[in-house]
């Protein structure tokens, strides 16, 4: 039994990957023309499967602050945010995000993944519990690993069944974090919200939402699923991530409770890293403005999005339960998936290839994330290649 | 071993029977992902059927050292007693 026995597997699978061209989990991309087009393994690709809900990376205001801030700052802040890594910046993205918000304070992390992490482990710990939606994001999981904290998983989008385990847990609600997502990651359905805010009020605990995929999607002004469900001043901790519609990387939380501003000092992936890059932080403001008034990319956004959930459907493929700008084809194998994903690619269509257990159930995905900036005919191209590609999945009939 | 042990394993074995299919036999010693031929999803499904059935809740922390039939018995009897 040697350290690396455990890699045996996955060194079989990825040698197999290999032999059938290049590596699907980590694609090549040589150069980026656009939101939506790039050069990929020596091909012009359209990209369908990036997470640039709002089309903004190459947006002016967005180029030009990372730019102006780069030549001011420099390239890096080489610290933490608690020695020398908080610059104005930081903190004046703090300031706006709680203000777009309405919330009294904001915590900016370095990435998405540690914003959950650390928001989880600074809030809970030994003696708490975290009752978490099934289908949660990786970054939940881990934190809930780091903190220590008692975890139980609901059903997914199940609130009758949270409300029975917040039940069971008697007064220990009074220590409890629910935390679910806006947006889920993989097949892109939406929390019941209000639903899930009534159990909240009615037996006890606190309640975080990571809108890492409904910021800028979801809502008047793009605040997420909080705004659209109309609960914002129910949901204690609202979660989000620079590296979707905000085209940058970088993480936060808002909240109105006082205690926000403690958890910095207590949470490590806060303080044991790097702050993110003064040209990130800029551009994460430009484009907060941008997602903020961006009402009428949130149509065009929907609008594709709905036309190409549509048309797949009617082609019988098996979905995720209601449009959305995620849209994963469910495939029930993973040969058929790796087999469609290349044929998409052959088609000139770069989208994301999912394998259990990152994948909800047992199934393989097939996922693909529409653009603001995608044009008619790029979507129309998409639907064309699913259409030339359905007899691939003879499984995957709509059920 | 906790109170009420044999009860939980009497009704946990009912359970899994129905889950595994008539014609597999297991004891109290069988792993539940390599011999009783769940995979880790139908695992974590089973886990919440037997919440349901016993009213109880098993946090993820308990289930990382819950292998065999018996090691989910007893987890369960642990969980009951303290209520």
Not at chain 1, 36 to 55: D, P, V
Not at chain 1, 103 to 118: D, E, H, K, P
Not at chain 1, 379 to 398: K, Q, W
Request: proline fraction near 4%; charge should be negative; aromatic fraction near 8%.
């Amino acid at each position: 039994m040697s350290l690396f026995n455990k890699f045996d597997q996955l060194a079989r699978d990825r040698a197999a990957l290999l032999s059938s061209g290049f590596d699907p989990f980590g694609a090549p991309i040589e150069q980026v023309f656009s939101p939506t087009e790039a050069l990929i393994n020596g091909r012009r690709i359209i990209l369908a499967g990036t997470n640039n809900y709002l089309g903004l990376s190459f947006a002016p205001e967005c180029l030009s602050a990372a730019h102006e801030a780069l030549d001011r700052e420099g390239t890096g802040t080489t610290g933490s945010r608690m020695a020398n890594g908080s610059f104005s910046g930081h903190r004046a993205l703090e300031r706006e995000l709680a203000e777009f918000y309405g919330c009294r304070s904001c915590i900016v992390f370095t990435t998405g993944y540690q914003a959950n992490l650390g928001m989880i482990s600074g809030l809970t710990g030994p003696g708490d519990v975290l009752m978490i939606d099934a289908d949660c994001h990786a970054s939940i999981y881990d934190g809930c690993k780091l903190s220590g904290a008692e975890v139980i998983r609901f059903r997914h989008n199940d609130a009758a069944d949270l409300k029975k385990r917040m039940r069971r847990l008697g007064e220990r609600v009074s220590s409890t974090l629910i935390i679910v997502e806006g947006i889920y990651s993989m097949l892109g359905d939406r929390a019941p919200l209000a639903d899930i805010v009534a159990v909240k009020q009615e037996i006890g605990g606190y309640l975080q939402i990571d809108e890492a995929h409904s910021l800028g999607v979801l809502g008047e002004t793009g605040q997420g699923l909080i705004e659209e469900a109309g609960v914002g001043d129910q949901v204690d901790f609202v979660v989000g991530t620079f590296s979707k519609s905000l085209v940058g990387i970088g993480g936060f939380c808002v909240s109105n409770l006082p205690e926000l501003d403690l958890v910095r000092y207590v949470s490590r992936p806060y303080v044991f890293t790097a702050s993110p890059s003064p040209s990130v932080i800029a551009s994460t403001r430009a484009a907060l403005k941008l997602v903020r008034d961006g009402r009428h990319l949130r149509e065009r956004l929907w609008r594709s999005a709905r036309r190409m959930y549509r048309r797949l459907a009617d082609l019988g493929y098996r979905l995720g339960p209601e449009p959305s700008p995620v849209i994963a084809v469910m495939v029930d194998t993973r040969e058929q998936a790796l087999a469609f994903w290349y044929g998409l690619f052959e088609h000139g269509i770069y989208v994301n290839l999912v394998f259990p257990p990152a994948a909800p159930g047992d199934k393989s995905l097939v996922r693909c994330s529409v653009s603001a900036a995608h044009t008619d005919q790029q979507i129309d191209h998409i639907c064309e290649a699913f259409a030339a590609l359905r007899p691939m999945v003879t499984s995957a009939t709509a059920s | 071993m906790h109170p009420g042990y044999d009860e939980v394993l009497v009704r946990l074995k009912d359970h899994l029977q129905k889950v595994a299919g008539k014609g597999k036999q297991f004891s109290d010693d069988t792993d539940l992902v390599s011999q009783l031929g769940l995979d880790s999803v139908k695992v974590l499904d089973l886990i919440m059927e037997v919440e349901d059935e016993f009213d109880i809740s098993i946090p993820m922390n308990v289930l990382t050292e819950v292998h065999t039939v018996r090691d989910l018995a007893e987890a369960i009897a642990q969980l009951r007693s303290r209520h």
